[in-house]
């Protein structure tokens, strides 16, 4: 009974739901100062022909080596959910008492992309990059 009262409750706030997933953010850096340009290997790693691990190796990059990323993106395969308590904006987004955003992934810097109602926000107005020079 109280699962079906906060389903309702949910499905009444947020009437899109949550996203659809994975959620794929392109063109976005998963970690704080993040840019695309070039990077050195660490460890030796392997590059794949697509996403996937199974689309076959195209080529290995040795550690040490230096590689340009010329972009990349999030791939979000599980969301967190943050419950709003008072009414608030977010995002410039009027948030009620008892919405529910989805995290999505973070943007660095204590920050946060987040999915309400169907639209994805972004507390600083940038969209998975942290604005580090």
Not at 44 to 58: D, E, P
Not at 74 to 82: D, E, S
Not at 102 to 109: I, M, R
Request: hydrophobic share 40%; charged share 15%; proline share 6%.
């Amino acid at each position: 009974m109280l699962a079906a009262l906060v389903l309702l409750l949910v499905q009444a706030v947020s009437p899109a739901g949550p996203p659809k997933l994975p959620f794929v953010d392109r063109g976005a850096c998963p970690f704080e100062c993040c840019q695309y340009a070039r990077w050195t290997a660490e460890r030796g790693t392997a590059a794949f022909k697509s996403q996937s691990t199974k689309s076959g190796q195209a080529f290995a990059i040795e550690s040490g080596k230096t590689i340009t990323a010329m972009t990349g993106e999030v791939i979000t395969r599980r969301a967190g959910i943050v419950r709003v308590l008072k009414p608030t904006t977010f995002a410039g987004e009027e948030v009620p008492a008892g919405a529910v955003l989805y995290v999505l992934h973070s943007g660095g810097e204590g920050t946060a992309l987040y999915w309400f109602t169907g639209w994805v926000l972004n507390p600083r107005g940038f969209k998975g990059m942290d604005g580090c020079g």
